[in-house]
């Protein structure tokens, strides 16, 4: 598994870099084959490194996850493009429509949240009934529900962390899928792929039965995702830090 998560993670960084960077060294610019020939290691050390940070601390794997799915097309277009942990399964379906993605790949994509954790905030709605209805939330397992609401108190804890797959947190399998099918996912926006859906129930189920499939599309997804509205020629760069724009 430690083999698969660091070519997950190899996956998404080399279809991250084609469509966020160019390179302006003798005029030339990132394509799926660059490292072909300006590194043909590049692949082999990525991994290497990868797998050795993510031994040594699993979140890493997440992150680099949540750093795709979030691009450098800007801050404020991951605020207003990513979708919202209590937003409808409608609004959902419309941002990853509006990026040229389908049902497939929002079904598959979500199962992204394998691994990696939330904070209380994103989900203690779901919690003490604070939809605006005053209904009990039937899509939570009561059992589930009580206990994270030992550590997602109806005040403070905001920052608390819980896992998204209690069962696998830190391994990349389709337990999302059937945490999904035991009312046990933690995010509103997982559970609606369940409930407000057919097309979309019938996905969690196929990818909870077959690990194969999930693990295939999810890869498919990643690309597709990694080759939206790429930034060629002159419209990028190489960061020298990632974390701000040269």
């Given at each position: 598994?430690?083999?698969?998560?660091?070519?997950?993670?190899?996956?998404?960084?080399?279809?991250?870099?084609?469509?966020?960077?160019?390179h302006?060294?003798?005029?030339?610019?990132?394509?799926?084959?660059?490292?072909?020939?300006?590194?043909?290691q590049?692949?082999?050390?990525?991994?290497?490194?990868?797998?050795?940070?993510?031994?040594?601390?699993?979140?890493?794997?997440?992150?680099?996850?949540?750093?795709?799915?979030?691009?450098?097309?800007?801050?404020?277009?991951?605020n207003?493009?990513?979708?919202?942990?209590?937003?409808?399964?409608?609004?959902?379906?419309?941002?990853?429509?509006?990026?040229?993605?389908?049902?497939v790949?929002?079904?598959?994509?979500?199962?992204?949240?394998?691994?990696?954790?939330s904070?209380?905030?994103?989900?203690?709605?779901?919690?003490?009934?604070?939809?605006?209805?005053g209904?009990?939330?039937?899509?939570?397992?009561?059992?589930?529900?009580?206990?994270?609401?030992?550590?997602?108190?109806?005040?403070?804890?905001?920052?608390?962390l819980?896992?998204?797959?209690?069962?696998?947190?830190?391994?990349?399998?389709?337990?999302?899928?059937?945490?999904?099918?035991?009312?046990k996912?933690?995010?509103s926006?997982?559970?609606?792929?369940?409930?407000?859906?057919?097309?979309?129930?019938?996905?969690?189920?196929?990818?909870a039965?077959?690990n194969?499939?999930?693990?295939?599309?999810?890869?498919?997804?990643?690309?597709?995702?990694?080759?939206?509205?790429?930034?060629?020629?002159?419209?990028?760069?190489?960061?020298?830090?990632?974390?701000?724009?040269?």
């Amino acid at each position: 598994m430690a083999n698969f998560m660091s070519f997950l993670m190899l996956l998404s960084l080399l279809a991250f870099a084609p469509s966020c960077f160019c390179h302006k060294k003798l005029g030339s610019y990132l394509y799926p084959q660059f490292y072909d020939y300006s590194c043909p290691q590049a692949q082999e050390i990525v991994k290497s490194i990868l797998a050795n940070a993510v031994a040594k601390e699993p979140r890493i794997a997440a992150s680099l996850l949540r750093l795709h799915f979030h691009d450098c097309a800007s801050l404020s277009g991951s605020n207003n493009n990513i979708p919202a942990p209590n937003n409808t399964f409608q609004t959902i379906l419309t941002k990853f429509k509006l990026q040229g993605l389908d049902i497939v790949d929002l079904v598959a994509l979500s199962g992204s949240h394998t691994i990696g954790n939330s904070r209380c905030t994103s989900f203690r709605q779901r919690l003490y009934n604070q939809t605006g209805n005053g209904k009990q939330d039937f899509t939570l397992d009561p059992y589930y529900a009580a206990e994270l609401r030992a550590n997602c108190p109806k005040s403070g804890g905001d920052q608390n962390l819980f896992f998204l797959d209690y069962v696998t947190p830190t391994k990349f399998d389709n337990n999302y899928f059937k945490n999904l099918l035991a009312y046990k996912g933690l995010l509103s926006s997982d559970e609606v792929l369940l409930t407000k859906n057919q097309e979309s129930a019938e996905l969690v189920k196929l990818y909870a039965e077959r690990n194969d499939l999930f693990f295939e599309q999810f890869a498919k997804s990643m690309i597709k995702m990694g080759n939206i509205s790429p930034l060629t020629g002159s419209r990028g760069h190489i960061r020298t830090n990632c974390r701000v724009v040269n």
